[in-house]
């Protein structure tokens, strides 16, 4: 049993269809709680990594019950840690995190553990990655190149077409991800190293004048292809993370609801983490009431998912419109404006307009909700982390906090995605699950 310094802690370990050891189902069910925890670690995990952000997440948790004497109010708190196939790029910084080792210093290709960890992610595509990881590191100055790459990156995802449903995050964006999987890969690669740059993440600067014109040199896209690889792979960790929501998050809970009626389930999600505990709602059984709380922290997916009707001007619902209502209390949504993965990245990778530009300011449907928060949600309630440590989260209905005054620390490209182990932050999911008197 792995020891995180809370207890009771379980894990739940999910494969890439959403099944679990009957094992680990019988051991949550066994727990002698009122209420569960369960939190789900994002794309850029490894197992060992996910338990160490669990141990460092949670370690808050029970000097703020007995400050708040949940004891004495009969609460008895369990954990439990989701575990999904996800991917880690080893050189993407967590801020403050206690383990110095899991991070390599950033590099213009691809380190032995990244490169591993992609043969983990893709078995059966060694040969695909090795041919990646060479031309990231050879950086050729010419287009067949780039052409290649882009083969080589979209062969990686094109044999799982059947699990395509699983990423829209809006009904109607059939082609979600669309452009990373059919546009030219040398344009790519161009948007990707504007885009970093907007991070403040240095890349190498190419010549003046277009990027294209004949003669020019192209190696400096390459900063981009490194990052359109690392998109498509958030790609596939998105329908994946959507697919273990609705067939295997949300099926389990309808267990948990059957076994142990009385236990109050609170589900919290990082990154795309929040993505796979929001699906699970799409996969609760009929009837289910056992979800009192959703805390996402910097949610890896459209701020529309929720809505019933996109704005004027947008077509559709989102994936999961109105599925709020099926959680016994409120879906919390923390956001930062210095999450730069979410603010510039996240918008590119997933857009379906064909410049940069336009992606941002025209095609808001791909702004996540750990950008800005629940949209075109009525009512929605936006408070500040202020205020929520003051006076709490509503019972019910959507809530947005605007968490920068914490989750503000990391460097480029992806800011402060992973800032999240803050006591503060503990205190949100406590007061949206109403866990004692916090």
Request: charged content about 20%; hydrophobic content about 45%; some cysteine.
């Amino acid at each position: 049993m792995t020891d995180i310094g809370v207890e009771p802690y379980r894990e739940i370990t999910f494969d890439a269809d959403g099944d679990a050891a009957p094992a680990e189902r019988r051991a949550l069910a066994e727990l002698d709680v009122t209420d569960l925890v369960m939190f789900s670690h994002g794309w850029n995990n490894t197992p060992s990594v996910a338990t160490a952000l669990y141990r460092r997440f949670f370690a808050p948790f029970p000097g703020l019950l007995a400050e708040a004497g949940a004891a004495a109010s009969g609460v008895r708190l369990g954990y439990a840690g989701i575990v999904w196939p996800s991917i880690r790029f080893a050189d993407e910084n967590i801020p403050d995190f206690p383990h110095a080792a899991l991070a390599t210093e950033p590099c213009a290709g691809l380190d032995p553990a990244t490169v591993a960890a992609l043969k983990r992610a893709f078995p059966g595509h060694e040969v695909t990655v090795d041919a990646l990881a060479h031309l990231l590191a050879e950086r050729p100055d010419a287009e067949e190149a780039f052409r290649q790459f882009g083969l080589l990156t979209r062969a990686l995802v094109a044999d799982d077409a059947e699990s395509t449903g699983f990423a829209a995050d809006t009904v109607d964006d059939g082609a979600a991800g669309a452009a990373l999987l059919t546009d030219d890969t040398l344009g790519l690669c161009r948007d990707f190293t504007l885009a970093l740059s907007d991070t403040g993440m240095p890349v190498e600067p190419g010549p003046p004048g277009p990027s294209f014109s004949l003669g020019r040199s192209l190696k400096h896209l390459w900063d981009g292809a490194k990052e359109v690889l690392r998109q498509t792979t958030y790609y596939e960790m998105k329908r994946r993370s959507g697919k273990v929501g609705q067939l295997g998050l949300g099926p389990l809970l309808g267990e948990l609801a059957r076994a142990r009626p009385a236990m109050r389930i609170h589900l919290v999600g990082h990154s795309q983490g929040g993505r796979l505990v929001a699906f699970a709602l799409k996969g609760l059984p009929d009837g289910v009431r056992n979800v009192k709380s959703v805390t996402l922290l910097e949610g890896a997916f459209s701020h529309y998912a929720f809505a019933e009707q996109l704005p004027s001007g947008l077509r559709g619902t989102g994936a999961l419109a109105a599925l709020h209502r099926r959680v016994d209390g409120p879906v919390v949504s923390c956001y930062s404006r210095f999450d730069t993965a979410l603010g510039v990245i996240y918008p590119l990778a997933s857009k379906l307009a064909g410049d940069y530009e336009g992606a941002l300011e025209l095609d808001r449907r791909w702004w996540a909700i750990g950008h800005d928060g629940i949209q075109a949600v009525a009512p929605c309630t936006q408070l500040t982390l202020a205020e929520v440590l003051r006076d709490g989260v509503p019972d019910s209905g959507c809530v947005s906090v605007n968490a920068e005054s914490v989750v503000r620390a990391g460097g480029p490209p992806s800011g402060a995605h992973s800032d999240i182990c803050h006591p503060e932050l503990a205190r949100v999911v406590l007061a949206a699950g109403r866990i004692g008197c916090v």
